[in-house]
């Protein structure tokens, strides 16, 4: 929001932008707070649910990232906060539906957690600053019930994998962030604290844009 890489604020007033992997809706809250008309879309009902309890006076949708239920060039932009793309098999299934739901020029703002940290462990004391796993295995990280089925799965994407995804999607990079920890923020959580912070990334955040007026890249 303060990086402004999806512009400025007050350029987003009457904007149509998808948010994919929503949650509880909290970047289409704040984009509507702007003025802008967003969309807030998460394949988890119960997520949706909570953004609903917590209000907001835009639409929420329920679908998978990787078959959006919008017709092309509906939207000016579109982003997503440690949402979706991490949780999907084919990255570039779910870029391309990105592609085809923008408009020509429209903007990609999406973040993930920094590619480098699958190589540490999630720990936010000094035994998370040694290397556990390499950052070469690309081997999902799976969570089961008892049963035995999966109830939580993420894929790892190096950062070289990311950019060739974008690319492959059609999409231009334009920019690839990776925010500095903030000196105000002394919270420790999860695998999250300034003593990582300070030495690792924590974040990667791309900057795409759709450009062309042709059909999506097979």
Same mark, same amino acid.
């Given at each position: 929001m303060e990086a402004e890489l999806l512009g400025p604020p007050e350029d987003l007033k009457g904007?149509? +932008?998808?948010?994919?992997?929503?949650?509880?809706?909290?970047?289409?809250?704040?984009?509507?707070?702007?003025?802008?008309?967003? +969309?807030?879309?998460?394949?988890?009902?119960?997520?949706?649910?909570?953004?609903?309890?917590?209000? *907001?006076?835009?639409?929420? +949708?329920?679908?998978? #990232?990787? #078959?959006?239920?919008?017709?092309?060039?509906?939207?000016?932009?579109?982003?997503? #906060?440690?949402?979706?793309?991490?949780?999907?098999?084919?990255?570039?299934? #779910?870029?391309?539906?990105?592609?085809?739901?923008?408009?020509?020029?429209?903007?990609? +703002?999406?973040?993930?957690?920094?590619?480098?940290?699958?190589?540490?462990?999630?720990?936010? *004391?000094?035994?998370g600053l040694t290397v556990s796993a390499s950052y070469f295995d690309r081997v999902p990280y799976v969570e089961q019930d008892e049963e035995g089925r999966a109830v939580y799965v993420e894929h790892h994407r190096t950062l070289g994998d990311r950019v060739r995804d974008v690319v492959a999607a059609g999409f231009r990079l334009v920019d690839l962030v990776e925010p500095e920890w903030p000196a105000w923020n002394t919270s420790e959580w999860g695998g999250w604290s300034p003593l990582r912070g300070n030495l690792i990334p924590g974040t990667a955040i791309f900057v795409c844009e759709r450009g062309g007026t042709g059909p999506d890249p097979a």
């Open positions: 904007r149509e +932008v998808l948010e994919i992997g929503a949650g509880a809706a909290q970047c289409s809250r704040w984009l509507a707070a702007q003025g802008a008309r967003p +969309v807030a879309l998460d394949i988890s009902h119960r997520q949706l649910q909570h953004a609903l309890r917590i209000g *907001g006076a835009f639409p929420l +949708v329920c679908a998978d #990232a990787s #078959a959006l239920p919008f017709a092309d060039a509906s939207f000016d932009l579109a982003c997503s #906060a440690y949402g979706a793309l991490p949780f999907v098999a084919e990255p570039v299934v #779910a870029l391309r539906e990105l592609r085809r739901v923008l408009r020509p020029g429209g903007r990609l +703002v999406f973040s993930v957690t920094h590619p480098l940290r699958w190589a540490f462990p999630d720990e936010p *004391g000094p035994e």
